[in-house]
């Protein structure tokens, strides 16, 4: 009997340990591999001081849609403390849509009509597949047409389509949403409720923004260290 009960003391041991090991991953204390992943090889971000965050969306998927209100709050709280980008991927060849977000974002109407192109889609039904359904959009949401087809057509329009694919590539993006912080961490709303089984859209759009406190959270300190001055006798 002492043997047998040896053996179950050491089942419920390890029980437990893989209790405590499950809880000690979750959104609000993320974990490299579970939560977010940590990329093999960091890109160059152009935000100094300051966290960048890049969410690589596009107006066809319904999760960003759902997301972006969520998001849109977040940034506003984040204010100073990060650079805050959009890339819209180019999935299914709508090569359309990435143009429509990045003359918005040339024209500097992101913040006025970027959740309108998204309504364009989702409620209107506007599938933004062709330049026609993308000048429709224009001609309906009040933008100067021939101001919108000059930039859509120019090559400016088309360098950003070629930065946008290769960060795609860069940053490993298969699916969208994804937020990438500071170059170097990249999570999304279904990884970041990895740990916790079954939820809701909305769970997992919350779950994600408590990853990214976190990781902006965890880039401002390594910033931070960084550029700490070395103390003296010590090598920096």
């Known amino acids: 009997m002492r043997g047998l009960s040896q053996v179950i003391r050491g089942v419920l041991l390890v029980g437990l340990g893989l209790l405590a090991s499950g809880a000690g991953a979750s959104p609000a204390m993320p974990q490299n591999g579970a939560e977010y992943r940590v990329l093999g090889r960091p890109q160059p971000t152009e ?8 969410e690589f969306f596009a107006y066809f998927c319904p999760h960003c849609n759902a997301l972006e209100p969520l998001i849109a709050e977040w940034v506003k709280k984040q204010g100073d403390n990060i650079v805050f980008k959009r890339v819209h991927v180019n999935f299914h060849n709508l090569v359309t849509q990435q143009k429509l977000y990045f003359t918005l974002e040339a024209m500097n109407k992101t913040d006025e009509f970027h959740v309108k192109a998204f309504n ?3 409620i209107d039904r506007n599938r933004l597949a062709t330049d026609a359904d993308v000048m429709n959009f224009v001609a309906k949401s009040g933008l100067d047409k021939q101001k919108f087809s000059d930039v859509y057509n120019s090559f400016t329009i088309q360098s950003k389509l070629a930065r946008a694919n290769q960060m795609m590539e860069a940053y490993q993006i ?8 500071d170059g170097r961490y990249v999570t999304s709303p279904a990884q970041a409720i990895a740990t916790l089984g079954r939820s809701t859209e909305d769970m997992q759009n919350r779950a994600v923004l408590q990853v990214m406190d976190f990781l902006v959270a965890k880039a401002q300190k390594e910033k931070t260290a960084g550029s700490a001055p070395a103390e003296p006798g010590k090598k920096k």
């Open 120 to 122: 364009a889609y989702h």
């Open 47 to 54: 935000s100094g001081k300051k966290v960048e965050v890049i």
């Open 174 to 181: 298969d699916g969208v949403p994804t937020i990438a912080i």
